[in-house]
C-alpha cells in the first residue's frame, strides 16, 4: 500500500494556484492548506474506502477543510482527481 494516496495533474496544478494565492495575503495559512491536504493522502493510502459514494461512478468524496476531494482508487492506489472549494460547483464527469 502506498504511503500516500496520488494527485492527478490537474489537482497539482490547483493546489499550487491556490497556495501561492492565499500565501500571497496568509503565508500561515497556506502552510496549513498544504498540512491538510498531506494529512489526508496519508488516510486515503491507509484507508481508501473512507468518504462518502461521489457523484461520479466509482469515485468517492472525502471532505478536508472547506475543500472537497474527489477520489478513486485504481490498482488499489487511491488518486485525489479533483479538488474544489466547498463553494465551487461539483465536478461533473
Known amino acids: 500500500m ?3 494516496a496520488t494527485l492527478s495533474p490537474s489537482v497539482i496544478d490547483y493546489l499550487r494556484r491556490e497556495t501561492a494565492y492565499i500565501a500571497q495575503h496568509n503565508d500561515k495559512a497556506a ?3 498544504v498540512s491538510m491536504i498531506r494529512v489526508a493522502r496519508k488516510t486515503l493510502a491507509e484507508h481508501p474506502n473512507i468518504g462518502s459514494p461521489g457523484l461520479i461512478p466509482d469515485t468517492r468524496r472525502l ?3 472547506p475543500y472537497v476531494l474527489t477520489v478513486r482508487t485504481k490498482g488499489g492506489t487511491p488518486e485525489i482527481i479533483d479538488i474544489r472549494h ?8
Not at 466547498?86 to 464527469?93: I, N, S, T, V
Open 31 to 33: 502552510r496549513k492548506i
Open 86 to 93: 466547498g463553494r465551487q460547483a461539483e465536478p461533473k464527469e
Open 2 to 4: 502506498p504511503r500516500l
Open 63 to 65: 471532505v478536508v477543510g
